[in-house]
């Protein structure tokens, strides 16, 4: 039996009507909200899932010396994420000199057999321009230490003559974007050598290490205070990495309290927590009967992972990065400088206050990166 269009018409028209008026009921319309929102929320959280699942693109890290002792517990925290963090991939690039060639496949093996997830290659080798290939990093942990009987300026010839080579190769086989940290000393003239043979490098992406001693500073404010070091912010390492560094803790805090008003003991700052700081590598040598390895791997991590990740909003770090004139510092020397750092680009703290009594060590620290400069130039010459 066939029903008149009329009649259908009119129940779908009184359907109509029947959900309007049960729309117009305010518990409906609450529960039809919740029900959009819900739907809205699980679709945000797939998408976010989905992102997660995306695998970042590898980020090739070069590191010199590998074979060594900061290589030996370097490689292995960045493989790890202590680097650049625990959801990138990163293919390792190990450089190290001919006779250490056996130990650096040593190296190699190693990380093989830990099966670290966030590994995706490993290159070992002794040829300079295959280890910088294509390198987004570089740790330059490669360097001629002092031994004894040496002049200044027979290590410095050595470090001029290696620096020379790398900075050729990294200019000629790196990523255009290549940031590069210098660690082996002297690390602050080292990193101007290295500029001076890769003019193409900007000068922002040179950098050298001062994060060992800025953390050095953090760890002592915090055994003299009892708090966790977490605590303690805002020091600063002003100048060279070595013994005339001057140790700032002028605008840091502990637990957001003035360091000078939490240690209450001026005489200490002004003097036994400078020379700690500045004699601490040489105080490991002599209980180890070895140079600090552990703690400086981990400094270049933590340098790298502020530099590319960020540092913390209200934080500051200490990096040895090219004077621009801030604070009265000769432009052109790579010197530590109090910095924070965003989206990969790092810049100096700006408006400090300084004091007569810090001017005069950050002076200092830089007339000798003043003469190491012109024993580099004598070198190169």
């Not at 410095?156 to 620096?163: L, P, Q």
């Amino acid at each position: 039996m066939e029903i008149p269009l009329w009649e259908i018409v009119n129940v779908d028209q009184l359907v109509q009507n029947k959900i309007l008026e049960i729309m117009k009921d305010t518990n409906v319309q609450k529960i039809v909200l919740v029900l959009i929102c819900v739907s809205l929320f699980w679709k945000m959280i797939r998408y976010m899932c989905g992102l997660l699942r995306q695998e970042k693109e590898p980020v090739t890290v070069l590191v010199t010396g590998a074979a060594g002792q900061i290589g030996y517990a370097l490689v292995a925290m960045i493989a790890r994420g202590a680097m650049l963090g625990p959801n990138q991939p990163v293919i390792l690039h190990m450089l190290d000199i001919e006779p250490a060639e056996e130990a650096l496949k040593g190296v190699k093996m190693e990380l093989m057999d830990a099966a670290l997830p966030l590994l995706r290659g490993i290159v070992a080798s002794t040829d300079v321009a295959e280890a910088c290939k294509g390198v987004n990093i570089a740790v330059m942990l490669g360097g001629f230490p002092r031994k004894e009987g040496m002049e200044r300026k027979d290590v410095m010839s050595k470090n001029v003559s290696i620096y020379k080579a790398q900075a050729s190769a990294l200019e000629k086989h790196a990523a255009a974007d290549c940031k590069v940290l210098v660690v082996a000393n002297p690390a602050n003239t080292n990193a101007l050598i290295l500029k001076e043979f890769a003019p193409s490098i900007p000068d922002k992406n040179i950098t050298c290490l001062t994060r060992l001693d800025h953390n050095r500073a953090l760890a002592q404010i915090a055994e003299r205070t009892k708090v966790h070091v977490s605590e303690v912010k805002n020091v600063i390492i002003w100048g060279n990495h070595s013994s005339t560094q001057y140790p700032d803790v002028n605008h840091a805090t502990v637990q957001e309290k003035p360091v000078r008003e939490a240690v209450s003991d001026d005489e200490w700052l002004n003097n036994e927590f400078i020379s700690t700081v500045q004699q601490r590598g040489a105080a490991i040598i002599k209980a180890r009967k070895l140079s600090s390895a552990l703690s400086a791997a981990s400094s270049a991590c933590d340098h790298v992972r502020d530099w590319v990740l960020g540092t913390p909003k209200g934080s500051w770090v200490s990096m040895g990065v090219y004077s621009d004139g801030s604070y009265g510092i000769q432009p052109g020397l790579v010197y530590s400088f109090p910095v924070t750092c965003e989206k990969g680009e790092w810049s100096i703290v700006q408006g400090l206050e300084i004091d007569a009594f810090s001017r005069d060590k950050m002076d200092k620290t830089a007339q000798e990166l003043i003469e190491e400069k012109e024993l580099a130039k004598s070198c190169l010459n």
